[in-house]
């Protein structure tokens, strides 16, 4: 399976290409900073300059080209502002899902976060306010395009080891979190799984094995 990660220097995404490597898929890796090409490398992928704030659909697209998927693990990140939660959280997954509809990739797994779906808690403050309304219309977007699109909403995210025990079920969830590790594992199940098409799940930690998670949700 040909994979393209959005974000592939991400915390998250260099974790995935390291799983998918060990599994004989092949991980393309699209990073804006070109200093991330190594690492990208080092975790088993090919690593592809493209900064997702200043690229076409069409750009895009031609980078997708021969793609069996997509996985959206890209995020303005902590100490950024409002404007890059929309340019990034909400713009470059509406970019990249137009770009995989173009290629004709159907299968598209985005991380989104907990929280999504609803108004933003008050007095998170205003940057928190903006990430989760650019989560949410990155949602409504993915889920108006014919695509296998699957929504994954993690809780809080740690840099703990792999647990391999999970919570993997629709909305709601209770809050909680789950270390990164995790997330990749489900993703790269979640990729095995075309029956979690057209789903919104929600990850913490919890008791029961990926594979099994990810199955019963299908
Ligand atoms: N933190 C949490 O507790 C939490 C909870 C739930 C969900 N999430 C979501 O989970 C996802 C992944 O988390 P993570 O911790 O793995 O994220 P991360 O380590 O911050 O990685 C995000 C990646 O996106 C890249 N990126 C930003 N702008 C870009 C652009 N214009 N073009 C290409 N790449 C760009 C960043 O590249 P640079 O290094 O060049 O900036 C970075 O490598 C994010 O969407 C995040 O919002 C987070």
Redesign the pocket.
Known sequence: MRVVI????????LLLERVLAERGDRAVG????PA?VADVQQAGAEAVV?????ASAGDVAVLLSGADAVVF??????GSGAPRKD???RG?SVLMAGAAERAGVRRFVQ????GAGQPPQPGRGAVWAA?ITA?TAAEDDLRSRDLDWTIL?????TDAPATGRIRLAGPPVPAGTVP?ADVAAVIAALLDEPGTRHQTLELVSGHSPVAAAVRSTS
Not at 6 to 11: D, T, V
Not at 73 to 78: D, P, R, S, V
């Open positions: 959005a974000g592939g220097h991400g915390k998250i995404a699209l990073i804006r900073n991330h493209c900064d997702l704030e200043a693990a890209a995020g303005a990140g902590a340019s990034v959280d470059a991380i989104s976060s907990m990430y989560k909403r993690p809780g809080g995210l990164r």
